[in-house]
């Protein structure tokens, strides 16, 4: 299924398109190169929004949940991209150790466990599950929807305290499916002797999204210099506002500074192309997930307007942590549909190859507003191996293969991001 775009697919984002296809060639070469100098993460995923008129990334998790929400036909893609990532690691690989949120009550999570699970052991890998809760003293079964079990045991320390495993399971990797934004448990901390993917940075305790966007920022520079294109059509404007308490009149009055300053650059760019829409910002911290701490703003004077309650969940994070960080970032509108709701479509990556994806659907959601929230549901993207490739011969605007080639395209750029991100916040650059 391709949504259609609200706005015809004309102006700034087809003149992308085609300058995209006509460049196929060069775009896959520079990838090449980029993923001999950098080593990417070892899964994401990419949260895109499609304005019609400019198409850009708005948040990549190094941590993705949701793989249930792909299409199975994706299955083969997926199982030959986690073999390439786990060789890198550990060629000889046997056991692989999957570390999941500690929110086993989500029936949805424990699918995409269960999916995990399916496409790691298609690699030849043995997986189990294991648990950071305290409160897990022996394996427990956990059923899901469709009748089967998966199993969460408790995690053992090896007798050196250099490797971590269950009991008698050795794993040769530790793969996190928890972003960690509670913090770096003591038990993962000190493994000598494993890898563990991704690195302990890469969770909320330490990442932040301005770092993020600052490399994505000069990845996209880059890039557009090779397609001949405006970055500003693939990249968001984005402030960082630091520390915000929005109790606090002086903290408010340097967000609205800071929100009138990023408005004034995009209505510039708006001015430019011609774009009548309005213009927008979204405030959101600068380290979480779940689309929490969240808020659109049009205007500055907004933020005077928010009232208490508001002002509360804005300093609230997942698992009730305060927020107080935050960035401001342009906002994008999502200008496709899937019967009258807005979409935005998330795309998946294993090592550097787009594995599949869906659209984020929310049908009491305008085009300038989150999507990640309670009440959206999922439609796979209806990614095949041809939809992989352009359709250098269609006329562009037209066909399923060259949108989700865009979307492809758009996502490795925040890969490569998310790898320069990486390697610039370890604590160990040496290994790099």
């Known amino acids: 299924m391709v949504p259609h775009l609200v706005t015809a697919l004309n102006g700034p984002l087809l003149d992308l398109e085609n300058k995209i296809l006509a460049a196929t060639p060069a775009i896959e070469r520079w990838f090449r190169l980029e993923w001999q100098e950098h080593t990417p993460p070892f899964y994401c995923s990419v949260d895109l929004r499609n304005a ?35 060789d890198k690691y550990c060629p000889d690989a046997k056991n692989l150790l999957l570390i999941p949120e500690q929110n086993t009550g989500n029936t949805f999570y424990l699918q995409n466990l269960a999916r995990l699970i399916q496409i790691f052991r298609q690699t030849g890998l043995n997986v189990r599950l294991g648990s950071l809760s305290p409160d897990l003293k022996k394996p427990t079964p956990l059923e899901l929807p469709d009748g089967s079990m998966i199993t ?3 995690l053992e320390r090896s007798k050196n305290g250099r490797r971590l495993g269950l009991k008698n399971f050795d794993p040769c990797t530790v793969l996190l499916n928890n972003d960690l934004s509670i913090g770096i448990p003591d038990v993962l901390e000190n493994l000598h002797e494993q890898n563990v993917l991704p690195p302990l940075h890469a969770g909320w305790a330490v990442r932040r999204k301005s770092n993020h966007f600052a490399a994505y920022d000069e990845v996209v520079k880059k890039f557009s210099k090779l397609i001949d294109v405006d970055p500003w059509m693939l990249n968001p404007l984005f402030k960082v506002c630091g ?45 979480g997930t779940y689309g929490m701490g969240i808020m659109s703003v ?40 899937i019967n009258d709701a807005v979409a935005e479509p998330v795309v998946y990556m294993i090592d550097r190859y787009v594995v599949g994806g869906f659209y984020r659907v929310h049908a009491d959601r305008a085009a300038n507003e989150n999507l990640n929230a309670p009440g959206a549901h999922y439609v796979p993207l209806a990614f095949a191996q041809q939809h992989a490739l352009p359709d250098l011969l269609a006329k562009a605007g037209t066909t399923a293969p060259n949108r989700f080639y ?10 490569v991001a998310a790898s320069l991100e990486m390697e610039r916040t370890d604590p160990n650059p040496e290994i790099y």
């Open 52 to 86: 019609g008129f400019k198409l850009a990334p708005v948040d990549t998790n190094l941590f993705p949940g949701g793989f249930n929400n792909l299409s199975p036909e994706m299955l083969p893609l997926a199982v030959q991209a986690a073999m390439a990532a786990i």
């Open 406 to 415: 865009m979307y492809g395209v758009v996502a490795r750029l925040a890969a």
């Open 298 to 337: 049009r205007h500055s004077s907004e933020i005077k307007e928010l009232s208490r309650v508001q002002r509360n969940n804005m300093a609230l994070g997942k698992e009730g942590l305060e927020t107080s960080e935050i960035i401001i970032q342009e906002g994008v509108h999502s200008f496709e549909r």
């Open 152 to 154: 969460l045991e408790p």
């Open 243 to 287: 520390e915000v308490d929005f109790h606090a009149a002086e903290d408010e009055e340097r967000l609205i500074a800071n929100v009138d300053s990023l408005l004034a650059k995009i209505r510039k760019k708006y001015k430019e192309y011609g774009i009548k829409e309005t213009p927008f910002v979204i405030i959101k911290a600068d380290a």
